[in-house]
């Protein structure tokens, strides 16, 4: 184990609520300057999982070491390596945004001296420099999840987790938060979790998805878009031809006429069969207007692995 | 210490709220009130007594009324004040703040504690203003007076941590009020039972005990002025109970249940 890269390590962690389970043996690992994207349904236990890394809730069983040091037997040193935005910010309305990221300040032991610089780098970092003096309770929702995490970087932990952070925000905000995370990842690791998929996309290097205490797939962003790469081809013509011509073009692969023009073909080696098919069409005027590799997105790759394991746990049901 | 920047926090908030301001004015208006008739009244009296040998002074018939009844204000007054502590946090969910920070449980318990206590603290000066204020026009016995106030403290002490630990128990901030109001009330009248019971027996032997837990008991002999250490000690056990199971049910929380 390369520990020295290593930022957390989650082994084998369980929880339960009463009979519930809510997460089942999960282990990951986070390294150093990574972005890792947790992905799940409502419900899955995204929530429940980042509460156990903050140190807000126990686990059932297993254990999660912060940079080395084990949360549940040395707390205080382990989660002075970790900020934590929960789903609802946590902010006392009735202080101002000065006072109130002074208060988280103190209260992660920055030392007096320090405070300052530290507070005006936050409220920068977040864009809060305009709003220091105003009272958190009257802040638009998009300035305070921002407080929310400068409140989450203010000590700069080794380890920022962010629990859907742009929920509830307008697109503009979104593109905000996402700069700012993007901006995270030089100097600390982030974990994230959003059950909105473009979001994992854009920012992300790696993946989890998580289904019902479950992790069902664990992938770099490279490795889903390999998942994601076209196998179909989708053409809509003004002036179709016979099926069976376009058969013959493809060859080996398959084609369904889709009616109204429309057609979807199954092939290998799809870029040429694509220019084989426009070359065609414009021989035989065929009035071809649209022609696109059909991708699956990550959404089709999330309710595919989500849906397939829910199949699988039927059947083991029933078996 | 960590505690003290909770307590800080936590006592800037209470001044940011009316609450604090208008719990301040009626208790000091209701009390300013009492203290005014007690005073009538030793006028009033002040001629007979000058003739009676080992009268009662100014102290007696003044102050420990006073302190007396500001306890049985308070009584009312300290739950309304503990209840949000931390069921209001939890409600608003802003207590994963204190739990993800680099604090242990007892520090965080100690310093919501102590800025209650703080609150207080400056009441209690308010109210012990009144008295002070007699040392214009003649003399007061001082250590009745701080026997009297030491007392005071010990028991809005004992208040508050039974109050601050009601309120772990629930997010509902009137729960925490009203069962922190109840036990305390309990607590206060529990040498009621078998009051009547003289004599011998285990009636007797109950109503002993009750005696005993009473916390008004061992404020009355403070408020005679006779410091008595296992009265304090009384006190200050109770406040360590009620913070230690503060403590215990804030950990609860994160524990599997």
Not at chain 1, 205 to 227: C, F, M, P, W, Y
Not at chain 2, 58 to 77: D, K, Q, R, Y
Request: proline share 4%; glycine share 8%.
């Amino acid at each position: 184990m390369t520990s020295e890269n290593i930022l957390i390590q989650v082994d084998q962690l369980s929880r339960f609520f009463g009979p519930l389970r809510a997460l089942g043996d999960i282990s990951f690992e986070v390294k150093k300057g990574e972005v890792l994207g947790f992905l799940g349904p409502n419900g899955a236990g995204k929530s429940t999982t980042m509460q156990i890394l903050s140190g807000n809730l126990a686990p059932s069983a297993g254990r999660v070491l912060i940079d080395g040091i084990d949360l549940l037997d040395q707390p205080k040193q382990a989660k002075a390596l970790l900020g934590y935005l929960p789903d609802q910010p946590p902010l006392y309305r009735e202080l101002t945004v000065d006072e109130y990221l002074r208060y988280c300040a103190r209260l992660n032991r920055i030392p007096a001296a320090q405070r300052q610089s530290a507070l005006d780098v936050a409220k920068q970092r977040c864009g809060l420099t305009e709003v220091g003096k105003r009272l958190i309770g009257n802040l638009s929702k998009g300035y305070r999840q921002r407080v929310g995490i400068a409140q989450a970087i203010i000590h700069s932990p080794a380890v920022v987790i962010l629990d859907e952070p742009t929920v509830g925000l307008d697109p503009i905000q979104i593109r905000e938060i996402r700069s700012l995370i993007a901006e995270l990842r030089d100097e600390h690791s982030v974990i994230l979790s959003t059950h909105i998929l473009p979001e994992v996309q854009a920012i992300c290097d790696r993946v989890q998805i998580i289904n019902k205490g479950q992790l069902v797939l664990s992938d770099t962003i490279a490795g889903l878009q390999q998942r994601m790469r076209g196998e179909s081809l989708w053409l809509t013509m003004r002036q179709p031809p016979e099926q069976a011509a376009l058969e013959k073009i493809v060859g080996e692969g398959k084609v369904e006429s889709l009616g109204d023009g429309h057609f979807r073909i199954h092939a290998e080696q799809l870029e040429q069969q694509a220019e084989r098919v426009v070359n065609e069409a414009v021989a035989n005027g065929w009035g071809l207007y649209e022609i696109r590799p059909e991708r699956m997105n990550l959404e089709q790759i999330f309710v595919d692995i989500t849906s397939s394991e829910h199949g699988v746990d039927e059947e083991r049901a029933v078996s | 210490m960590m505690a003290f920047t909770i307590a800080g926090r936590e006592l800037r908030s209470l001044f940011l709220s009316p609450l604090a301001w208008s719990i301040l004015a009626v208790v000091q208006l209701i009390l300013a009130y009492m203290f005014l008739t007690q005073l009538d009244l030793f006028v009033a009296l002040q001629s007979r007594l000058l003739g009676m040998a080992g009268a009662p002074g100014a102290t007696e018939i003044i102050v420990a009324p006073l302190l007396g009844n500001a306890a049985v204000v308070l009584l009312l007054v300290v739950p309304m004040l503990t209840m949000r502590l931390v069921s209001e946090e939890r409600r608003a969910q802003t207590l994963s703040l204190l739990f993800s920070a680099p604090l242990s449980m007892s520090e965080i318990v100690l310093g919501k504690f102590f800025g209650v206590m703080a609150f207080l603290l400056i009441m209690v000066l308010m109210i012990v203003l009144m008295p002070l204020s007699l040392l214009f026009g003649g003399s007061i016995d001082l250590g009745m007076l701080l026997a009297g106030v030491l007392g005071l403290v010990l028991l809005l002490a004992s208040f508050a941590a039974l109050g601050l630990f009601m309120s772990t128990l629930t997010e509902q901030p009137t729960i925490a009020a009203v069962s922190s109001f109840g036990v305390l009330l309990l607590l206060w009248i529990i040498d009621w039972a078998g009051g009547n019971a003289s004599g011998s027996g285990s009636a007797a032997q109950a109503s002993e005990l009750f005696a005993y837990l009473s916390l008004l008991r061992h404020f009355e002999s403070l408020l005679k002025g006779v410091f008595d250490s296992g009265d304090v000690i009384y006190y200050l056990l109770f406040v360590a109970l009620f913070l230690g199971l503060s403590i215990r049910r804030l950990d609860a929380d994160r524990l599997q249940h």
